[in-house]
RNA sequence: UGCGGCGUGGAGCAGCGGUUAGCUCGCCAGGCUCAUAACCUGGAGGUCGCAGGUUCGAUUCCUGCCGCCGCAACCA
């Protein structure tokens, strides 16, 4: 037997100055979709999430709010961590940047980028803030008439101030720090992107990345002067390594990049995919893939770039972006606990189209969870178990020698399922389960009207079993299919007749839908309560929830 | 201003050169009763933003216009 293959995926690692909202979730549910999809169908995958903590801003929050950067980070880092769990985010490693492994990895890395000669030393032209003890962007000052800034040298002009130091004007100083030699790589970039049209999805993306780089890349700035938190640089100890080209790295250092123990580094890099949100391509498909040129690493094999959750407000039906200013940012943790993380997941994996943006209301959520999960794939499950326990005690003797593709007849299985394993391998979630619910899961609705069980058990038993297996069947097959997404119902649905003498499920995959391992005789093995199984998705109704 | 995206029945989306433009929800009418008043069948509802062009043929390609929305270097 050979190796199997490797699957290396990330996720963006977040900025822990605020809990993180649905958006944010958004990115890591189908990144953990994907995870779980590659594990099933064999990969030996390693799932890498993390905060990023050597940020300005990191440190002032925790200044104000009178605690010190680590034990602050740290204390967000388990808070977001909570929040994955609940949403079943099976990450096999979540890395701060402020660990030790992180800074040791940086470390090395900017020095072999600083040999490769790509780093040089240069006067940086920025507008400070006084009051705040930090460089600007034209973007965030505000000018005294309100108008637009479109450079730092208007905006100095216009006496411009930032928004939290309304009385100190913002002026250009210059200090000495290190740039990477971005520009320098254009070529190479676009080399690649044309031997490599993989590697950045979607396709829209990398039409912007390819104009972006074509227009001509300038040399960043990376690092930065008398801060005391985040990574030293190894060869000027006055210097703090700047935001992304310390984030970045993560993404190898977590692997044990430059440590003794470097053996998942070697594994794992170069990554499958790191899944980012789409505001942040640049820095994954032009500066990363520089930075890693430079030190002579091989490149991430694609980059995806997921679309945004937008707030779409349930009286005025207006779409906003979701920000704490507006006030209307959604926490993971509220829909988790007045609803479950499942039905979490399907709304977003569902309705969203990971590649695009989505939109978020409460009234939708509600609408598709009545629809899809509690109608559609509930009622399903409790009519499956309810009439065999009815009829037949639980107990489907014979069953083994019962060919259960009855219920498909006209669906061609095999085929659809690799149409699902491409749709799912392309992060084509959305159309995946429309495809599931669709040919799967209403065939097998349809099936019960066809056959009718509840009426043949009048006259003809033996035929109503025939039905009921292949009912059964049918769950066994929606059990799989699901399973990437909705984790928990998939394992309910497996649990609910004995499939697992016939294969453990933590070893389906998903080919292992098209056809039915032998096993015996198939019995009920779900918990009832009265001789019928608790609604798994008892409906929402929003106006009988207390607040929202 | 530059770059990019979008505009398809009441709502949300597919489709993207070629038989009667699909799907989910909603609506209307039947059927059924195993099931979470669920499920199944049928129906009404669209000149595919507007105007040109390419083509034997365009919702699908090109151009222009209108409308909405992003991005423009550190915002998931």
Redesign the pocket.
Known sequence: MSQPSTFFITT?I??PN?RP?I??A??KIGADVQARFRRMEGADTYFLMGNDEN?I?VSKRARELGVEPQPYVDDMASQFKEVWRALDISFDDFIQTSEPRHHAGCQRFIQAVFDAGDIDKRPYKGLYCEGCEEFK????AVSPDGRELKTIEEAEAAGACCPNHPKTPLRIVEEENYFFK?SSFQDRLLAHYEAHPEFIQPE?RR??VV??VK????D???SRKGFSWGIKVPFDEEQTI???FD?LLNYITALGYGSADDAKFRRYWPADVHV?????T??HC??WPAMLMSAGLPLPKSVFA?????RKDEGS?V?????KSIGNIVEPMDLVRRFNSEAFRYYFMS?C?FG????FSFE?FA??Y???????????????I??PV?YFGGVLEGSSAIDPTAWRAGLDLPALVEELRSLVGSFQY??AL?TI??QVI?AA??Y???T????LIKTDPAATKIALVNLAEALRVVSILIKPFLPRTAETFYAAFNFADAQPFDRVCFADAASRPPGPDLRVTAALVDG??A?????IDLKAEPSS
């Open positions: 963006a977040d900025y605020s909202h958006g944010t958004f990115e940020t801003k962007t034209a973007k965030e971005l829209s039409n912007e104009n972006l227009a001509g890349l300038q960043v700035s990376i700047y935001v992304w984030a980012i949100g789409k505001d942040i640049r820095f032009a500066l997921h679309g945004f959750v937008y039906g779409l906003q972006k979701m920000s309705q189209p695009g943006d989505g939109e939708r609408e598709t009545n629809t899809g999960l509690a109608n559609s794939l509930g009622n399903l499950y409790s009519r499956t309810t009439m009815k959305a159309g429309q619910w669709l209403d609705n349809r019960i009207e066809a009718r069980p509840f009426a019928k199984v609604p798994l998705f008892p409906k």
